[in-house]
């Protein structure tokens, strides 16, 4: 069992930059696929980024490309995503999710252990 806990939210300008970060449980983390989802009122969960268990490689999705990176520090059990250009419409809440297998995935039902989500709000 992982447990994941995500920080770093919070109330941005447009144009400015966040980061989250998401701490996780358990001595295998780097066995493990992360990825980053996020969530919008009235819309579906939305793949943002993912990266290996090693961290070599990463792959996003098409709105953040550019964006945003993420990365990882296996030594601190702790997953980041860096949102640089921020946009009104990245305003969501922000998932943390691990993958049983070191490779990466997209889609949301390809994670097996998800954070209670953690808020980021751009403003205009």
Known sequence: QVQLVESGGGLVQAGGSLRLSCAASGRTFSTYAMGWFRQAPGKEREFVAAISGGGAS???????????????DNA????????????????AVYYCA?????????MASSFDYWGQGTQVTVSS
């Open 58 to 72: 990463t792959i996003y999705g098409d709105s953040v490309k550019g964006r945003f990176t993420i990365s990882r």
């Open 76 to 91: 601190k059990n702790t997953v980041y995503l860096q949102m640089d250009s921020v946009k009104p419409e990245d305003t």
């Open 98 to 106: 691990a993958r049983r297998i070191i490779l990466l995935a997209r």
